[in-house]
């Protein structure tokens, strides 16, 4: 496969933009009065009563435990040899849910779309996620095949995955196709095919959200 996300995998939170801000802040803070600071007082506890009710609203349908399907596309790799696998089950299993069907399907068209597209129709299955074909070879074809299943895109997990992924492999990013969406009220992630780019997809992003959009997507 294309994707070229072996390279070491570095601390992808790291952001030392962060320490021009205090500065100004201790500065601003000097010329305030006591009229700025009781509003501030009074504003503060507001916002934060009303942003816990909204954050309960915002997760009152979220799944709690969630049944994973997980999908390596690839023709050189098997069930005891698939790292980007092992990766998704362990993030899957490490947030408490459960890889409920795992399988190994070669990179064609026809197969990796039926796959997924039998696969959210199962009862057990909550979430699916795949890894592999995303890249600009003419045998990555997972984002051709999964993408016409999409009822709904979710186009912000390609866009936050190429983000933390900028960290590790810089421009090369441009060159992986990680994609998602929503398919017969299943969210659907499709992450490259490296072990690095399946951890960081899965831990980071996967697993924070699949429950929520599980939720969300069988909302009557």
Sequence with gaps: ?????????????????????????????????????????????????????????????????????????????????DPAGDAIRAAVEAAGDEVVVREVIGDEFDGVQGTVDRLVD?????????TGGTGVTPDDVTVEAVAPLFD????????????????EIGTMV???RATAGVAGGVPVFCLPGSENAARLGSEEIVVEEAGHLAGLARRE
Excluded: I, Q, W
């Design 152 to 167: 709904k895109e979710l186009p912000g997990f390609g866009e936050l995955f190429r983000s933390m992924s900028r960290e």
């Design 122 to 130: 199962r009862d057990d299955v909550d979430c699916v996620v795949t």
């Design 1 to 81: 496969m294309s994707e070229r996300h072996d390279h070491g995998g570095g601390d992808h939170g790291n952001d030392g933009g962060h320490d021009h801000s205090g500065g100004h802040e201790h500065d601003h803070h000097d010329h305030s009065d006591g009229h700025e600071h009781d509003h501030h007082d009074h504003s503060g506890g507001h916002d934060g009563g009303a942003h816990a009710h909204d954050d309960h609203e915002h997760h009152a349908h979220d799944v709690d435990h969630l049944g994973y399907a997980v999908v390596t596309v690839s023709s050189s790799r098997g069930h005891e040899d």
């Design 174 to 176: 441009v060159g992986t």
